[in-house]
């Protein structure tokens, strides 16, 4: 069995993706890498089969109908026969150095008595144009070097949370629980790190800068003016959250805290890009957002709008439009995502 399955969705990912290959094979005979074409039109398939054919031990080209990059994520971990997973989007990278200290780390403990369900590293922000880089760390938050449960965590704040650049799983938790990321939609990265969190109980924290996310491409699905235009898309992946788990009934008060807090700022971010659109008819699927989570769950509704930032958020008028704003560039700045 391989110790690291590494799934790499590519869509028309020609320009890019074998900076993103490349800076996997180091890993040698432990890794997999899973390279899933998802229906590209481009040369990725070409490539893809060109270094499976160069590397058959370790990289394994899958080929499939366009289903989006949750079905790429989905058929990566079908075909993933490593102990753990991960996955590194075709436009990214990672660092040499802390992917040999993670490996070192995975081995030690899967040759252990020990069962780990998620290792956490530190990601970077390499933002086009951008003279300073900004790293994700949680080390104000979480025990380093050594196995920690939720009750070990330490406060998390605004903005520190776990994306799908900072996580790798075991993916035996993953086929577990059942996850199945949705077709055809945009921002499943958001499932993908809320979904199995209710069933990792065990964790480990590399501070380490492992994972580089590229930020500054035009067609990316972060950029703003694309998010608007996505929108109803970002607010199908917002309800599946609220639906996926009654979170009041999570024993552990800061597995909770955190999943409160997770599934907030991605209603934020819903709510602050309707308003920003300025269209009456996304301020009118804003005032739907917030009366689907009333429906759904009436405590929830009031956890998520008593919070500062559900407050700001929802404020009355242009005034407070303008507040919700302000607020939005300052979470953008803190969390730096488009």
């Given at each position: 069995?391989k110790?690291?399955?590494?799934?790499?969705p590519c869509?028309n990912s020609?320009?890019y993706?074998?900076?993103?290959?490349?800076?996997?094979l180091?890993?040698?005979?432990?890794?997999?890498?899973?390279?899933?074409n998802?229906?590209?039109?481009?040369?990725?398939?070409?490539?893809?089969e060109?270094?499976?054919?160069k590397?058959?031990?370790i990289?394994k080209?899958?080929?499939?109908?366009?289903?989006?990059?949750?079905e790429?994520?989905n058929?990566?971990l079908?075909?993933?026969?490593?102990?753990?997973?991960?996955v590194?989007?075709?436009?990214d990278?990672?660092?040499?150095?802390a992917?040999?200290k993670?490996?070192?780390?995975?081995?030690?403990?899967?040759g252990?008595d020990?069962t780990?369900?998620?290792?956490?590293?530190?990601?970077?922000y390499?933002?086009?144009?951008?003279?300073?880089?900004?790293v994700?760390k949680?080390?104000s938050a979480?025990?380093?070097?050594?196995?920690?449960?939720?009750?070990?965590?330490?406060?998390?704040?605004?903005?520190?949370?776990?994306l799908?650049h900072?996580?790798?799983?075991?993916?035996k938790?993953?086929?577990?629980?059942?996850?199945?990321?949705?077709?055809?939609?945009?921002?499943?990265?958001?499932l993908?790190?809320y979904?199995?969190?209710?069933?990792?109980k065990t964790m480990?924290?590399?501070?380490?800068d492992f994972?580089?996310y590229?930020?500054?491409?035009?067609?990316?699905?972060?950029?703003?003016?694309i998010?608007?235009?996505?929108?109803d898309q970002?607010i199908k992946?917002?309800?599946m959250?609220i639906?996926?788990?009654?979170?009041?009934?999570i024993?552990n008060?800061?597995?909770?805290?955190?999943?409160f807090?997770?599934?907030?700022?991605?209603?934020?971010?819903?709510t602050?890009?309707?308003i920003?659109?300025g269209?009456e008819e996304?301020?009118?699927k804003?005032?739907?957002l917030?009366r689907?989570i009333k429906?759904?769950?009436?405590?929830?509704?009031?956890?998520l709008?008593?919070?500062?930032?559900?407050?700001t958020?929802?404020?009355?008028?242009?005034?407070?439009?303008?507040i919700?704003?302000?607020?939005y560039k300052i979470?953008?700045k803190?969390?730096?995502?488009?």
């Amino acid at each position: 069995m391989k110790l690291l399955s590494i799934a790499i969705p590519c869509y028309n990912s020609q320009d890019y993706m074998e900076r993103c290959i490349k800076s996997l094979l180091p890993g040698g005979d432990d890794v997999e890498i899973i390279i899933v074409n998802d229906g590209s039109q481009d040369m990725t398939p070409e490539i893809a089969e060109a270094y499976q054919k160069k590397y058959p031990g370790i990289v394994k080209a899958v080929h499939q109908e366009n289903g989006g990059h949750g079905e790429a994520v989905n058929t990566g971990l079908k075909n993933a026969e490593g102990l753990f997973f991960k996955v590194v989007d075709s436009d990214d990278w990672v660092d040499e150095q802390a992917y040999m200290k993670i490996l070192d780390t995975l081995r030690e403990i899967a040759g252990s008595d020990q069962t780990l369900d998620m290792l956490i590293s530190n990601f970077v922000y390499e933002k086009e144009g951008a003279k300073h880089k900004k790293v994700m760390k949680y080390t104000s938050a979480l025990v380093q070097e050594k196995m920690f449960t939720w009750s070990d965590v330490r406060h998390m704040r605004k903005g520190q949370y776990l994306l799908m650049h900072s996580v790798i799983y075991r993916t035996k938790l993953l086929r577990d629980c059942g996850l199945e990321l949705p077709k055809h939609t945009f921002y499943v990265d958001n499932l993908y790190v809320y979904i199995p969190l209710v069933h990792v109980k065990t964790m480990y924290y590399l501070n380490v800068d492992f994972y580089r996310y590229y930020i500054g491409r035009g067609d990316q699905s972060v950029n703003e003016e694309i998010m608007i235009r996505r929108i109803d898309q970002q607010i199908k992946v917002n309800k599946m959250m609220i639906e996926a788990y009654d979170l009041w009934k999570i024993p552990n008060k800061k597995q909770r805290k955190y999943m409160f807090n997770y599934l907030e700022i991605i209603t934020v971010i819903s709510t602050v890009l309707l308003i920003r659109s300025g269209t009456e008819e996304n301020l009118e699927k804003k005032r739907e957002l917030w009366r689907y989570i009333k429906q759904q769950d009436i405590r929830l509704f009031h956890r998520l709008r008593n919070g500062i930032m559900g407050n700001t958020m929802n404020l009355p008028g242009r005034g407070g439009r303008r507040i919700s704003i302000a607020a939005y560039k300052i979470a953008q700045k803190v969390v730096g995502f488009n």
